[in-house]
């Protein structure tokens, strides 16, 4: 069997007065997503789903959130020291599925954005990263815009 799959998930907090970044794109709002790193939880999810596949430990062990070195760090570097550990344990990527769920700001028109640097964070092509944005249709705190959420699905590949 030359193939794994792999699942992740993650959720942060709605703030004001923090860059909200997601997928690696940064969106003009006047909140953010708390954390210790910029706190992109639609990529924290991707590096989940990819560590999860390899058997590997989770993005917390890598990057604790009580070290220095990641404050405030963009989650793309994370991405690819992710897709760098798979590389080197002889997996490679075949593809990503990712669902990120907000209630705001609308990320229907930056698809393609979030996409493109997920792209080359992790050498895959665009056309293998799948990304759906979603609202919760007011249901629970992600619904009332409290909290922004992601699942990521990933399959890797023995090189
Ligand atoms: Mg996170």
């Given at each position: 069997m030359n193939l794994r799959i792999g699942h992740g998930y993650d959720i942060h907090r709605i703030v004001p007065g923090r860059p909200l970044v997601l997928g690696g794109v940064k969106f003009d709002t006047d909140y953010g997503l708390d954390g210790h790193s910029d706190a992109d939880a639609l990529t924290h999810a991707a590096c989940d789903a990819l560590l999860g596949a390899a058997g590997l430990p989770d993005i917390g062990h890598f990057?604790?959130?009580?070290?220095?070195?990641?404050?405030?760090?963009?989650s793309q570097a994370l991405l690819r020291r992710v897709t760098e550990e798979l590389r080197a344990r002889g997996w490679g990527i075949v593809n990503l599925d990712l669902t990120v769920i907000a209630e705001?700001?609308?990320?229907f028109i930056h698809i393609d954005a979030m996409k493109a640097a997920l792209a080359r964070s992790t050498g895959?092509?665009?056309?293998a990263i799948g990304l759906k944005a979603t609202t919760n249709?007011?249901?629970d705190d992600i619904g009332r815009g409290l909290a922004i959420a992601a699942h990521a699905v990933a399959l890797i590949e023995k090189t």
């Open positions: 990057f604790p959130n009580t070290d220095p070195a990641y404050k405030g760090i963009d705001k700001p609308r990320l895959l092509p665009a056309a249709e007011g249901v």
